[in-house]
């Protein structure tokens, strides 16, 4: 596999556990960070940490690391600052790829307006979930599939309005396998505690309207879950 450089824009929890997930696909890693913080991550990676300024001279920045034989990964926080960042690397590079993070699907929308390659929707209230996800070897492929280019994986939010149909079982007793396409990850309850949904608490409460399940899969098989038990939170 041909290795080549991954930079990260974001210093933030989505930033690092995404550098964490890929560190052995790359020669190197660097995250730049936005904002002039103290640098405090678990840097036994090896990773590389700069800081940046949206108004940086991006000639700078490719001279050192070839941005367009690079992947980038635009995961700051703030919307804006995403689009604007997304906007300023597509000008500047052609043909750069360019993955980017969105807190919904309206942002996701803007984001590929503005040039990126690659979206992936996420919420801050799975913030945690995320993390999560990416220390669980079980789920290395398919955060694999959603983090590259070669991937249509999609990870979403179905907000539960139709509890019946899970018959009162608990998480852990649900066959999940038999909804073809889709994994469920975690379930968000209404008072925001999380449960992963292979963890020995799923045994303990039972699926509720209002409840949002955090699920992979493709749209077509998303769309077809988000009918049977709710919709998109």
């Known amino acids: 596999m041909t290795k080549s450089n991954a930079l990260i824009f974001g210093y933030n929890e989505y930033g690092i556990e ?14 730049f960070a936005l904002d002039d913080i103290p640098i405090s991550v ?3 990676f090896g990773f590389n940490i700069e800081k940046f300024d949206l108004s940086d001279d991006w000639n700078y920045i490719d001279s050192k690391y070839h941005l367009e034989d690079s992947k980038i990964f635009c995961a700051l926080m703030e919307e804006s600052e995403n689009i604007f960042l997304t906007i300023a690397l597509r000008s500047a590079f052609k043909n750069v790829f360019v993955i980017a993070l969105a807190k919904n699907n309206e942002d996701a929308n803007k984001l590929k307006m503005a040039g990126a390659n690659k979206v992936i929707p996420i919420v801050e209230t799975t913030a945690n979930i995320i993390a ?8 290395t492929d398919v955060l694999h599939d ?16 139709k509890e019946e149909y899970f018959d009162n079982k608990y998480p852990a007793d649900i066959e999940w396998s038999r909804y073809h396409g889709i994994l469920v990850l975690s379930i968000v309850h209404e008072d925001m505690s999380r449960e992963f949904i292979y963890s020995s608490k ?5 699926i509720k309207n209002g409840d949002i399940l955090i699920v992979v899969g493709y749209e077509t098989d998303l769309n077809d879950f988000r009918k049977m038990v709710g919709d998109y939170a």
């Open 146 to 161: 959603i983090l590259y280019e070669d991937g249509d994986l999609k990870v979403v939010q179905i907000k539960v309005s």
């Open 202 to 206: 799923s045994k303990h409460n039972f």
């Open 18 to 31: 995404i550098a964490k997930n890929i560190v052995n696909r790359y020669e190197s890693i660097t995250i």
């Open 42 to 44: 678990d840097n036994k």
């Open 132 to 139: 999560d996800m990416l220390k669980k070897p079980i789920l």
